[in-house]
């Protein structure tokens, strides 16, 4: 077991990771992407519900 632990700090510190401001534009990308994406199928729930009350 301490042999596992001793390799996970060892790839911890080979690990780069993000900067603060690459993680916040990386966020607000995902946050921007699941909103559009969010409108686009309520838009399309809205217009098919729509159209099923026309044609029944």
């Known amino acids: ?10 790839e911890m ?10 993680n916040r534009h990386d966020t607000m990308t995902v946050i921007t992407s699941s909103v559009l994406f969010a409108a ?10 729509w159209l099923t009350q026309k044609i029944m």
């Open 1 to 10: 077991m301490i042999k596992f632990f001793k390799s996970v700090v060892k």
């Open 13 to 22: 510190k080979m690990v780069t990771w993000p900067s603060a401001k690459q």
């Open 40 to 49: 686009y199928l309520g838009a399309l729930d809205w217009l098919f519900s």
